[in-house]
C-alpha cells in the first residue's frame, strides 16, 4: 500500500471524525471550546498539526478495523457481500462453472458469501491479472476498493462520535457549571444526522459499484475462459471452468 492509499484509507476517515467532532462539540458547550483551545494554543501551531494528523491516522487505522470486523455482520452491506454468492449460483446452474477442492474434486454448494468472495478473489488475482488490459482494470478496481474501505471506516468513525458526542453534551447539560448553547446543540445534532447518513448512503452506493464492476468482470472472464476451452466442441460435451475453494 503506497502513501497516497494510506492516506485515503486511515487518515481522512480519522481526520473526518476529529473535525466534525470538535466542531459540533464546541458548538454545544462554548466552555469547552475556551478549554480546549489553551491546550492546543500551548502546543504551538506546528504541534496541533502533528498531533491532529497522528490522532487521525490512528483512529482512521482503529476504524478501518472496526470496519473489517462488522462488514460481514453489518446489515448495510448485506446485498453486497451476497453478491459472489448469487453470481456463482448463477454460473453454476449455467453449466460455465464448477467449484473443485485441493483434490480436484468437485464440491457442491451451499456456498456461503465468505466462501464465495474466497473462490471469486482466488481466480481474480490468479487469472484476470495476466495482461495489461486486465492490469488496468485490477488498478482501477483498487482505486474503488480504497474508496470504499475509507467510506466504511469514516462511517463507523461518525457513529462512534455521534454516540460520544451524544455522551458529552448530556453530561454537559447536567453539569450546572457548563453553559451549554441549546441552538449549537440543535445544529450539532442536524450535522451529525446528516453527515453519517450520506457517509453511510455513499459507503453503501461505493459498495454496489464496486460488487457489481469486480463481478461483472470476473463474470466475463470466466464465460470468456469456458468459450475457448469449448471451441469446436459438442454441446453436450464441454466442460466448466474449474474453480479451486480451499476448505
Known amino acids: ?3 497516497i492509499k494510506r492516506y485515503i484509507r486511515f487518515v481522512l476517515p480519522g481526520l473526518s471524525f476529529v473535525i466534525i467532532f470538535a466542531v459540533t462539540t ?3 458547550n462554548p466552555t469547552l471550546f475556551l478549554k480546549s483551545y489553551y491546550y492546543i494554543k500551548q502546543l504551538g501551531e506546528l504541534g496541533a498539526l502533528g498531533g491532529l494528523l497522528l490522532i487521525s491516522g490512528a483512529l ?3 476504524f478501518a478495523q472496526i470496519h473489517f470486523a462488522i462488514y460481514w455482520f453489518n446489515p448495510i452491506s448485506k446485498i453486497v457481500r451476497n453478491e459472489p454468492q448469487r453470481l456463482i449460483e448463477h454460473l453454476r446452474n449455467r453449466g460455465v462453472c464448477q467449484i473443485v477442492n485441493t483434490c480436484d474434486k468437485e464440491i457442491g454448494p451451499p456456498f456461503n458469501a465468505r466462501d464465495s468472495w474466497a473462490i471469486f478473489n482466488r481466480y481474480f ?6 495482461d495489461d488490459q486486465k492490469i488496468e482494470i485490477t488498478k482501477w478496481l483498487d482505486k474503488l476498493t480504497d474508496h470504499t474501505h475509507a467510506l466504511g471506516a469514516a462511517s463507523i468513525g461518525l457513529v462512534i462520535g455521534c454516540l460520544l458526542w451524544i455522551i458529552i453534551t448530556a453530561y454537559c447539560i447536567l453539569q450546572p457549571s457548563n453553559h451549554c448553547n441549546v441552538w449549537g446543540i440543535c445544529v450539532s445534532f442536524a450535522v451529525w444526522t446528516i453527515v453519517a447518513y450520506s457517509f453511510l448512503r455513499n459507503f453503501y452506493l461505493t459498495a454496489r459499484s464496486l460488487c457489481s464492476s469486480g463481478y461483472a468482470t470476473i463474470e466475463r472472464y470466466i464465460s470468456h475462459t469456458y468459450e475457448r476451452q469449448n471451441r469446436g466442441v459438442a454441446a453436450g460435451n464441454k466442460s466448466p471452468v474449474r474453480l479451486m475453494h480451499f476448505q
Do not use: F, K
Open 125 to 130: 488475482l490468479q487469472e484476470v491479472t495476466v
Open 60 to 62: 482512521g487505522y482503529i
Open 1 to 3: 500500500m503506497d502513501e
Open 26 to 28: 464546541w458548538s454545544s
